[in-house]
């Protein structure tokens, strides 16, 4: 399986024997990802983020692995 996260779409192909057996798009990518950690953020934290820290979050601590807990400081407007 291939996954190509963007910032619009996400694309998933199923490849087996050197060909793609199936593929689909669809709308949800690493934009609404941004948009989800800033709410998460505003709603836990009582703190306003950017859209640059909602990305560098993403990038330094994302993971799709749920036992992993990294942890970074981050600057926002206190609410």
């Known amino acids: ?3 190509d996260i963007g910032g619009g779409t996400t694309e998933v192909a199923i490849i087996s024997l050197g060909g793609i057996v199936t593929s689909q798009s669809i709308r949800v ?5 941004d948009d989800a950690i800033s709410s998460y953020i505003r709603k836990t934290y009582n703190l306003m983020i ?4 909602s990305e560098a979050i ?7 692995q749920p036992d992993v807990h990294d942890e970074m400081d981050i600057r926002g407007r206190d609410l």
Do not use: P
Not at 50 to 53: F, I, K, V
């Open 58 to 64: 993403k990038m330094e601590i994302g993971s799709a």
């Open 50 to 53: 950017g859209d640059r820290t």
């Open 29 to 33: 990518a690493g934009d609404e990802m």
């Open 1 to 3: 399986m291939v996954v």
